[in-house]
């Protein structure tokens, strides 16, 4: 018995979280891309309650404000502002932010985030820490 509490709570602990994660982009639009795990600290996003979204593209921050509601899974992405440098993979960026607009719901599969249009799959991104 005792073995099953803990077994339960360490399964509870271990559910990964729409709010307080890092996302880490590792496909896009069905398209997975060396450069989204070759740059760390790029093309990934958080979502918290205090701080709303918070994200980085290719090297521009983006942030913005998010409605989640946990029954079905509904969720609307509003990044509002970005910074303007120029970098390498602009196009990705900006294909990253795009579809954060077309966000409409969302679905957890253990460490694996996907974000969806309609009830298409147009981003999926990856559990790599908690946010701070």
């Known amino acids: 018995m005792v073995a099953m ?3 339960a709570a360490c399964a509870e602990k271990a559910q990964t979280t729409l709010e307080d994660t890092e996302w880490k982009l590792i496909e ?7 450069l989204f795990a070759a740059e ?3 093309f990934f996003f958080t979502l918290s309650k205090e701080d709303g979204l918070n994200g980085v593209g290719a090297c521009n921050r983006f942030f913005g404000s998010y409605v989640a509601d946990e029954m079905p899974n509904a969720l609307r992405l509003d990044p509002m502002g970005i910074t303007n440098m120029a970098c390498e993979n602009m196009d990705l960026e900006d294909e990253f932010v795009k579809i954060l607009y077309e966000v409409d719901s969302y679905a957890i599969e253990g460490d694996i985030l996907s974000l969806l249009d309609e009830g298409n799959v147009i981003a999926k991104l990856q559990a790599t820490a908690k946010a701070e």
């Open 5 to 7: 509490v803990t077994f």
């Open 40 to 42: 760390p600290d790029s």
């Open 28 to 34: 896009l639009k069905g398209e997975s891309n060396t």
